[in-house]
């Protein structure tokens, strides 16, 4: 029987560098919300999963995380299969069960009340959503404010979730509950903590 060897090939060529590069931009894209911060091709994993939403997976999860993924990812047995070669991630079903989700179908996306939020005590507890994008010079252009950024910070990926203002807004009073986001572009990463403000930027 032929052995699909892209589930064991594509992973960090130094893991330990390459894993704290890609975490130093993800701490600094939280720091920075809506700053988009360069990432080099590390990874190589099955479609649809990008080097960069790969590598993002490859550093932040272990054995103990709980991920789930969107249809359009879990229905590649590859990159089902690399994810859990090289992370040894847990697989859950539901999303409110989740401390990260994939999710390569934006537009299609569960809404944010689906997803955990933590409690009050354990705020941490939630879930922590990435996207796969194409880009940062999307059409919907955004103003965002808040901690982390001086003044404003425009912000215009090229896919957002349904309603998403709406949606973030409702994240954003649920503080110290809710929510975190990261975008993962094609070569390229952004964050949007819960404590950002959002708005549809003016013409």
């Known amino acids: 029987m032929r052995t699909n060897t892209q589930v064991f090939e594509g992973g960090f060529a130094n893991p330990v560098m390459g894993s704290q590069q890609i975490f130093r931009a993800l701490m600094d894209a939280l720091a920075n919300p809506g700053r988009v911060f360069d ?8 479609a649809p999963l990008t080097p960069v939403m790969a590598a ?3 550093t932040l999860f272990d054995h103990d995380a709980t991920v789930w993924c969107d249809k359009s990812i879990s229905a ?5 299969g690399w ?12 999303p409110a069960a989740a401390q990260f989700a994939l999710v390569k179908d934006v537009a299609a996306m569960p809404s944010f009340e689906a997803f955990a939020k933590g409690t009050s005590e354990y705020p941490d507890r939630s ?31 090229s896919q957002l979730p349904k309603m998403f203002i709406d949606q973030w807004t409702g994240n954003r009073a649920a503080f110290p509950r809710g929510i975190d986001l990261i975008f993962a572009g094609r070569e390229a990463l952004a ?5 950002t403000r959002v708005a549809k930027k003016e013409a």
């Open 39 to 46: 990432v080099p091709e590390l990874v190589v994993a099955p």
């Open 56 to 58: 993002i997976a490859a």
């Open 76 to 80: 590649s047995k590859e990159a089902i």
């Open 83 to 94: 994810l859990k070669f090289h992370t040894g991630l847990e697989l859950v079903s539901d």
């Open 127 to 157: 879930t922590t959503v990435i996207l796969q994008l194409d880009g940062f010079e999307g059409e919907n252009a955004l103003t965002l404010r808040g901690p982390g950024i001086k003044d404003t910070q425009d912000f215009a990926p």
């Open 191 to 195: 964050a949007l903590p819960r404590t």
